[in-house]
């Protein structure tokens, strides 16, 4: 990326609260498996619909 | 980003062809509405990003790129509608040509087509911000905070903030909707289980005193604890050696008969009758006005859209969207029914206490069934038809629509039908005529009822149990990610409030300089309050006038720019906005945009000349950066205050013997021009709050600063000993007087029949000649090298020279001062 725009450029700021975000998780014991399907929905793939964020959230196996 | 040196448009919106130098430097766009001022915004909107923001969104259907961006007559050749800019990255030290047509609008050609040209491009093509109009302007001060954080948002490229939010909340709201049918559930299988246990209160305790009482009947070993997998019978087969055959458990037959009876005493109880008459009048209310029984359909239908909105497909139709573009849609039509869902969530919440009753009713049934058939009672196949009604009926119920069918299910719901309490009755007969089990039988049917119905219970609990930790998760996850991005918004909107406030300060230092705002960032939403010369806080329209709204939308978005480009922030369109700037301000903003924002080219629009004016006095822009629209007509789009096309067109007129047009022409155009030779000569001309300035108050007083600047460069001239040039001055001065002379003008207010007003009456051969003197006149207020207007430098202060750009003319005004 130009060096020009790599400050303040936009993503970064919406990135900054996912890291963050997903920091906070983990600090509160949230699953390992589901920050990490967090992580790579809304860092890597950057997808941010309904459907992938609830199956990421819910798709653990609640009777272990 | 880019600075754009240049931009030539062919067949795009209003526009047949033009070409405009802006040559990387700020440049404004004069006209009167409907000069086609905006087809410039929008053409080089297009060249950089492939669209045009005012083609696209609310209020433009039927409106596309493709088939209304070109000329219109042009509509079907869209590869003749193009623009090419030609710009210049600063970053990579490079000029780059983009030539784009409405037919491959998402294909331009762009060269050269580096890489991190490429790279830079997109980055701008993903920054439609650029352009800023009032519209958006007033979006920033005026709207309601949520709206507000939109905006902004949506600046800053934030959305996917909101949207991780809204979805994340959406979660948690659904994951704890679904708990309370769970919950009702629970409550429902723990009143049958402690039927079938004979004790009021569930406890392991009361349990297992209850169940190790039958099983010391039995001479089985006593259950010490109540473990997740106990069984309450264990032993129970193993003991007695047989298997039994299926019977009919008296006691607990009895209780569940007796209950069955309560809850038909419930159903048809007064209240619930009342409650029932209550709900369907309301639901017949609904249904008797098209436009709420339609609008809840409608609702139904565009929440499910919404929920099954999961790709780049319309669920409905297959048509391909934008997602985010098509749950804004559907968001903005659900708008319209919030009063409607408003009242469906009020009869909804009446209905719930009828569908758990029934719930309890059905099992009830079911148990009751249940002994039928093992009595074989013949009239027990009434239960299981009418239980299923029953269950329709509450299914429909739960469904709420249609309301008809809901209406329907209500009527007669309270009313027990005469063969189902008979049946109930033949049941209770024989289950009353069993003989009294023995107390070793009745505790072996005791264990097995009360077995089946604690492993229910466990199920039913697992499952609460789990949705309670979905629940408590996704709440969690929820609120976590509202209060980091609150956090991190907080810091930004922090900084951005103190750009602001300090721009805003610039511009109104002499009234406001202690100004101070607060942007307050909450979750979906944004508060700006603005103090009020020390007053307090207040949303910025409770107080400041419209010119300081103008103002402060400008400044909060030249902020957020800043914020979001930093350094990179080069290039800004914006489009009248700061039209109810008053004059003093105007400077002061001219001023804003020339001192804090040196690094940044400004495309400006405006429809008034005097804006136009400042912003050349204050440098915001050079003389020659800006081009001036007169009109406009279809035929040949925006015709700017071009001589050559001037002189040509009264002559068509002329001898088209169209004399009054070819003498408002002239009008207009002297007016124009007499203005800005005005303006450069720095003449003195009586004020007009209005502006309104006549041909007569104008060319005049043009006329005489001409002359006395001639005579003041002559005797300038002298006192350096400068001969030549002395002569030089006085015989340009003695030409001026002889086509002045010709013009008449000087006699327009002792005479009033050569006055200009007369133009019109004139015939063609006695109008030709007063043209040509006209064409004299004001080509001698020109350079005819350079063809820019003779001017004074400096703009203000102590005049210097009277010169044009190539210096042709080049007069110094100040006399040498005589020695002490």
């Known amino acids: 990326m130009n060096k020009e725009y790599s400050q303040n450029a936009s993503s970064e700021v919406s990135d900054t609260i996912v890291e963050e975000f997903l920091k906070q998780l983990a600090d509160a014991k949230i699953s390992e498996n589901i920050i990490n399907q967090l992580r790579k929905l809304l860092l890597e793939e950057r997808n941010f619909t309904e459907s992938a964020i609830k199956t990421a959230l819910l798709s653990e196996d609640q009777t272990q | 980003m880019i600075k754009v040196d240049s931009l030539t448009i062919k067949e795009f919106r209003g526009i047949r062809d033009l070409t405009l130098n802006l040559k990387g430097a700020n440049f404004a766009v004069c006209g009167h509405n409907g000069t086609g001022k905006s087809g410039i915004v929008d053409a080089i909107e297009f060249a950089l990003t492939g669209n045009i923001s005012r083609l696209v969104g609310k209020g433009t259907g039927g409106i596309s790129l493709k088939e209304h961006a070109p000329h219109v007559d042009s509509r079907n050749r869209p590869d003749k509608a193009r623009v090419i800019l030609t710009v210049f990255v600063p970053s990579l030290k490079k000029n780059v040509i983009i030539d784009r047509n409405v037919k491959d609008a998402n294909s331009p050609i762009i060269t050269p087509s580096d890489k991190d040209v490429l790279e830079v491009l997109n980055h701008v093509s993903l920054h439609p911000e650029f352009v800023l109009s009032r519209r958006e302007l007033i979006l920033y001060v005026l709207s309601t905070p949520g709206d507000r954080a939109k905006q902004v948002q949506v600046l800053l490229r934030l959305e996917q903030v909101e949207d991780i939010r809204t979805i994340l909340q959406k979660i948690s709201n659904l994951c704890k909707k679904e708990l309370t049918p769970l919950k009702q559930e629970k409550t429902q299988v723990q009143e049958q289980l402690l039927r079938a246990l004979e004790i009021s209160q569930l406890s392991s305790e009361k349990l297992l005193e209850a169940v190790n009482a039958r099983r010391l009947l039995l001479k089985l070993n006593p259950i010490e604890t109540l473990a997740a997998n106990t069984s309450l019978k264990d032993g129970l087969i193993v003991a007695s050696g047989v298997v039994h055959k299926q019977t009919i458990p008296k006691i607990q037959a009895v209780a569940d008969i007796k209950k069955v009876n309560e809850l038909i005493r419930d159903i048809s109880s007064s209240n619930t009758v009342s409650l029932c008459e209550e709900i369907i009048k309301e639901l017949t209310v609904f249904n008797s006005d098209p436009m709420v029984s339609k609008g809840v359909e409608k609702e139904q239908f565009l929440q499910s859209a919404l929920t099954l909105i999961d790709g780049e497909v319309c669920p409905v139709c297959d048509t391909t969207w934008n997602p985010d573009d098509l749950k804004k849609l559907i968001t903005e039509k659900l708008k319209h029914f919030e009063e409607i869902t408003k009242k469906r969530g009020i009869v909804e919440k009446k209905l719930e206490p009828i569908i758990a009753l029934l719930m309890q009713f059905q099992d009830m049934l079911s148990s009751i069934h249940k002994y039928g058939i093992l009595a074989i009672i013949p009239s027990i196949q009434y239960i299981q038809t009418f239980n299923s009604s029953i269950e329709f009926k509450r299914q429909q119920l739960e469904s709420f629509l249609p309301l008809l069918k809901s209406i329907t299910a209500l009527q007669n719901i309270t009313v027990v039908p005469e063969e189902i309490l008979c049946a109930i009755t033949d049941v209770e007969k024989y289950v009353v005529a069993i003989p009294d089990p023995t107390k070793q039988d009745a505790a072996r049917d005791y264990l097995t009822i009360c077995q089946e119905r604690l492993e229910t219970y ?26 980091v991005s609150t956090k991190v918004l907080d810091s930004v ?35 700006f309050d ?47 906005v700061l039209m109810s700037i008053d004059t003093g301000h105007r400077r002061e903003v001219c001023n804003l945009l020339k001192t804090q924002f040196p690094e940044t080219q400004f495309i400006l629009t405006t429809h008034d000349d005097v804006w136009l004016r400042h912003m050349k006095t204050v440098g915001l822009i050079s003389q020659e950066a800006s081009i001036h629209f007169r ?43 007499s203005s800005e030779i005005c303006h450069r000569l720095r003449a003195r001309v009586e004020f007009r709050a209005d502006n309104q300035f006549q041909l007569g108050d104008l060319l005049p007083r043009a006329i005489s600063q001409f002359r006395e600047l001639l005579c003041e460069a002559e005797d300038s001239a002298r006192s350096w000993g400068k001969k030549d040039e002395a002569e030089a001055l006085a015989k340009r001065r003695s030409e001026f007087s002889s086509i002045v002379g010709q013009s008449n003008v000087e006699n327009w207010q002792i005479n009033p029949a050569v006055h200009y007003n007369e133009w019109v009456n004139l015939c063609k051969e006695d109008f030709a000649p007063v043209v040509e003197v006209q064409r004299k006149l004001v080509e001698s207020l020109f350079c005819p090298k350079c063809k820019t207007f003779f001017h004074v430098i400096p703009e203000r202060g102590q005049r210097e020279a009277i010169k044009c750009n190539c210096a042709s003319l080049n007069a110094n005004l100040q006399k040498k001062k005589p020695k002490k």
């Not at chain 2, 409030?497 to 960032?521: G, M, V």
């Not at chain 2, 007509?633 to 205050?641: A, F, K, M, R, S």
Request: contains cysteine; charged residues 30%; aromatic residues 14%.
């Open chain 2, 493 to 527: 909107y922090k900084k951005v409030e103190k750009d602001f406030s300090s721009l805003y300060r610039c511009i109104n230092s002499k009234d406001e300089e202690k100004f101070e705002a607060h942007l307050t960032p909450s979750i979906g939403k944004l508060g």
């Open chain 2, 530 to 576: 603005v103090d009020f010369y020390g007053r307090g806080f207040f949303p910025p329209g409770a107080y400041h006038s419209e010119g300081h709204q103008d103002s402060m939308g400008l400044c909060l978005y030249l902020a957020l720019m800043k914020y979001l480009l930093g350094n990179a922030f080069k290039f800004a369109v914006l489009d009248d």
């Open chain 2, 631 to 673: 009109k406009w007509n279809v035929d040949q789009g925006p015709t700017e205050w071009d001589q050559r096309d001037i002189w040509k067109e009264i002559e068509d007129e002329i001898q088209k013997n169209e004399i009054h047009a070819a003498s408002a022409l002239l009008r207009y155009f002297m007016e124009y021009i």
């Open chain 2, 458 to 483: 466990r199920s039913v609990s697992l499952r609460l149990k789990q949705a309670d930790e979905k629940a408590t998760l996704t709440l969690k996850i929820y609120e976590t990610y509202a209060q």
